[in-house]
């Protein structure tokens, strides 16, 4: 099976700009969950779609929503662009409530 | 709230050095605890995953093993490209596909 892809790879933006980031998950796999990695913090949850519904988030600001689509696949999206949000975002897919496998990642630059 | 502490932070070991990498965590009802591998620039690889206390699992020189309040990664004879940082997770019993990270042990193995 095709592991799990995120595009795009690499991202640069401007504070005050959004941006949107897409996960394929693993064939057969219906939940994904979104991870936000810093130097700082580690890996911290951002939040969780199964069957299309949000199951879980994380403690992060309402600038960082998401949605997952019929086909599994998932879209994160962050608004108004901080400098704090420069970080690896991760995408997992399962299914349920077994292991999690991880993307290659998503690197945004906030300018 | 779900707590993971790994230590050391950073490991410089020679080459056919053994050591252990601890996690220690605190959860209010443990459904896994799960080992990731994760090399520079790339998302996490998945390791093992231990649901029980006395639990042990093993991979090519890596060995996992669980008690009611933490686990260990050993690594037996380690060569140059077990050099990574590993990364301790926990998944509460009840609710959710969440998984709380610990910061990682960063091992770098010398030949």
């Known amino acids: 099976k095709a592991g799990v892809t995120q595009t795009p790879r690499y991202l640069i933006k401007t504070r005050g700009q959004q941006v949107t980031l897409s996960c394929s998950p693993i064939s057969g796999h219906r939940s994904v969950s979104w991870y936000q990695q810093t130097p700082g913090q580690g890996l911290q949850f951002l939040f969780e779609?199964?069957?299309?519904?949000?199951?879980n988030k994380g403690n992060f600001p309402g600038r960082f929503s998401g949605r997952q689509f019929s086909n599994s696949r998932s879209e994160m999206n962050v608004s108004t662009l901080e400098l704090g949000d420069s970080a690896l975002y991760l995408c997992a897919s399962s299914e349920r409530r077994h292991e999690q496998f991880f993307g290659p990642g998503t690197r945004l630059t906030v300018l | 709230e779900d707590q993971v502490t790994q230590s050391p932070e950073a490991l410089r070991l020679q080459e056919g050095e053994s050591s252990s990498l601890n996690c220690s965590y605190t959860?209010?009802?443990?459904?896994?605890l799960f080992w990731y591998r994760q090399d520079p620039g790339k998302g996490p690889e998945f390791l093992f995953t231990l649901y029980s206390a006395g639990e042990e699992k093993e991979k090519e020189r890596l060995k996992a093993t669980l008690t009611k309040k933490e686990s260990f990664l050993h690594i037996t004879a380690p060569k140059p490209e077990d050099s990574a940082t590993y990364l301790c997770a926990v998944q509460a019993a009840y609710g959710n596909n969440r998984l709380a990270f610990g910061k990682g042990n960063q091992v770098v193995v010398i030949p």
């Open positions: 779609y199964f069957s299309e519904t949000q199951r």
């Open positions: 959860v209010s009802g443990l459904r896994g």
